[in-house]
C-alpha cells in the first residue's frame, strides 16, 4: 500500500501512463489478465517436467495432442505469445493491398496487419460501438457490411475475416454461435478464410451457454470445440484464458499454411517445436489449457467479474453493457463529459483512479487507437478504461475496494482535468507515451 503522496510522486514519473508505473507502487494490479493469473498446483506440477531438448520435446507433443483435443485445429506452431503468431500469419496469408475485415480492431493485431501491407477494415455490427446498448451478442459480424466489402474489392483482394471471441475492445463481448455460423456459409462461398483470434475464446462460449438457444446444456468445452470448427485456424495468447504467464501458439488446418509457417518461425521465435518457449512453459499450457474449458472455473471467473459491475451499476457508474467476460469498461466520455476526447479523458481516468487508491488500470481509447497510416488520429467511438480481472488471484473484497474507489472519483468528476501528450512513440504508443496534466 502507498500514500496518497508517494502515488502522486509515481504518477508524475510514470508521465500519467500506468503503464509506465513500477508493480511495487500498484496496490490492485487492473492493467490486463494477460500473464496476470496464477497458476494452478496441477500447473506448477507440469512446469517440473519440462524436457528442455531443443528439437522435439514431450512437451511440444502434448501440447500438440491437447489443441487437437480441446480446439480440434490440426497443425501448431507455439510462439513466445500472441503477437508473435500475428506477425507470422500476416505475412504469410496477407499481400499489399488486401483488405482484412474484422469484429473490431486489436492494437497488435492491426498492426501486424497493416505492417504486412493489409489495410483492416471494421464489420462489427453497430451495436458494438454503443456502450449502452444491451444487445447480447456485441461481438457480432455484420454480413452486410462484410458483403460490401466483397462487392468492392472482390473476395480475391480479402485473405481472410479475423474474427475474435470476447472483441477485447468493445468490452469483452461475445460473438453468437448462429452468427459464426452464417459467416462461416458466406465466407465458404465466397472461398474466404476465416481466421479466429481466440485469446478469450472459452470466455465467449460461456456467455453463448448462458444466452443462445440450444447451448444451456452444452458444456463450455463442446461450445469451445464447435467454435473452432466454423473458422480455418487462430492465433492464441496464451497469456489469457489458458491461465499461463507467457505463451502462445498459431493453429491452422491447412497444411501449406502450416509449411510456409514451420519454417517462418525459425527465423522471427525459434524452432518449430518451441517457438520461443522453454519445454516447461508448453508443459503448464496443455494444462492450463484444459482448465480453462472447465464449467466450474469459468462460472467463477466470470462471475467475480459481474459481481464488480454489478456494484458499479449500483454505484451509477457508467459502464459498458452487459458486463464482458475479462473486465469491467468504464465509459470515460460519460464519466468525465467535460473533457474532450483530444484530451484523453479515458487517460486521464485512468491516472485519477490510480492517485485514489493505488488501483491501477488501462486506457482503452484514443490513446489505443493510434494514428492511420495517412498519419491522422483514429477516433474510436468507444473511450474506455478497462478494469481487467486476473484469473484466481484476487478476492470478492478486492472487489469491493476497487467499486468503492471507482465511486470517490466519480464524486470528485466535476474537478477533474484533462491531460495533453508530450511523448509519442511510432508504434502502438499507448504502452510508452508520456503526458502532462492540463
Ligand atoms: C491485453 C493483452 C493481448 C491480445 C489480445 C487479443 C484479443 C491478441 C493479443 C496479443 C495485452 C495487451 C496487448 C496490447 C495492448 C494492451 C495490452 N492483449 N489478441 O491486456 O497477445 O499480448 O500475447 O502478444 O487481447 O488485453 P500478446
Not at 115 to 132: T, W
Not at 331 to 347: M, N, R, S, V, W
Request: hydrophobic fraction near 40%; aromatic fraction near 10%; charged fraction near 25%.
Amino acid at each position: 500500500m502507498t500514500t496518497p503522496g508517494q502515488r502522486k510522486k509515481a504518477l508524475q514519473e510514470a508521465g500519467f501512463n500506468t503503464f509506465l508505473l513500477r508493480s511495487e507502487d500498484v496496490y490492485i494490479d487492473l492493467l490486463t489478465d494477460s500473464g496476470t493469473s496464477a497458476m494452478s498446483d496441477s500447473q506448477w506440477a507440469g512446469m517440473m517436467q519440462g524436457d528442455e531438448a531443443y528439437a522435439g520435446s514431450r512437451n511440444f507433443y502434448n501440447l500438440e495432442k491437447v489443441i487437437r483435443e480441446v480446439y480440434g485445429y490440426q497443425y501448431i506452431i507455439p510462439t513466445h505469445q500472441g503477437r508473435g503468431a500475428e506477425n507470422i500469419l500476416s505475412r504469410i496469408l496477407i499481400r499489399k493491398g488486401d483488405i482484412v475485415p474484422g469484429n473490431m480492431y486489436f492494437t497488435t493485431t492491426r498492426l501486424h496487419q497493416e505492417l504486412a501491407g493489409g489495410k483492416f477494415e471494421d464489420i462489427i455490427i453497430d451495436e458494438a460501438h454503443d456502450p449502452e446498448s444491451e444487445f447480447p451478442f456485441k461481438g457480432n459480424v455484420s454480413l452486410d457490411k462484410l458483403d460490401k466489402l466483397v462487392q468492392q474489392y472482390g473476395a480475391g483482394r480479402i485473405p481472410y475475416v479475423s474474427i475474435a471471441t470476447s472483441v477485447n475492445m468493445a468490452g469483452g463481448q461475445p460473438i453468437s454461435m448462429n452468427n459464426l455460423k452464417e459467416l462461416r456459409a458466406y465466407t465458404s462461398k465466397h472461398n474466404i478464410r476465416i481466421i479466429h483470434d481466440m485469446t478469450r475464446v472459452a470466455e465467449n462460449a460461456f456467455f453463448i451457454q448462458q444466452r443462445e438457444k440450444g447451448y444451456e446444456k452444452k458444456s463450455v468445452a463442446a461450445i469451445v470445440r464447435e467454435i473452432c470448427s466454423y473458422t480455418d485456424g487462430a492465433t492464441m495468447s496464451a497469456k489469457k484464458d489458458a491461465l499461463v504467464n507467457i505463451g502462445g501458439f498459431l493453429a491452422v488446418n491447412d497444411w501449406h499454411v502450416f509449411e510456409e509457417a514451420r519454417n517462418m518461425v525459425v527465423v522471427y521465435e525459434g524452432l518449430h517445436t518451441y517457438g520461443g518457449l522453454a519445454g516447461r512453459d508448453m508443459e503448464a499450457m496443455a494444462i492450463g489449457i484444459q482448465e480453462s474449458v472447465s464449467d466450474d472455473h469459468i462460472r467463477a471467473r466470470i462471475g467475480q467479474v459481474i459481481y464488480l459491475g454489478e456494484k458499479m451499476i449500483d454505484y451509477g457508474i457508467p459502464i459498458v453493457r452487459p458486463i464482458g467476460g475479462h473486465g469491467i469498461f468504464v465509459d470515460a466520455k460519460k464519466f468525465l463529459p467535460h473533457i474532450p476526447q483530444d484530451c484523453y479523458p479515458a487517460q486521464t481516468l485512468a491516472a485519477e483512479i490510480y492517485l485514489d487508491s493505488g488501483i491501477r488500470t488501462m486506457e482503452r481509447g484514443v490513446v489505443s487507437a493510434g494514428r492511420k497510416a495517412n498519419g491522422k488520429n483514429y477516433y474510436p467511438k468507444l473511450e474506455l478504461v478497462r478494469f481487467t480481472i486476473p484469473r484466481r488471484v484476487y478476492t470478492q473484497a478486492h472487489m469491493d475496494v476497487i467499486a468503492e474507489s471507482t465511486l470517490r472519483v466519480y464524486e470528485r468528476k466535476a474537478r477533474i482535468k484533462g491531460l495533453t501528450m508530450v511523448y509519442e512513440p511510432k508504434y502502438l504508443r499507448f504502452f510508452q507515451a508520456r503526458f502532462q496534466k492540463l
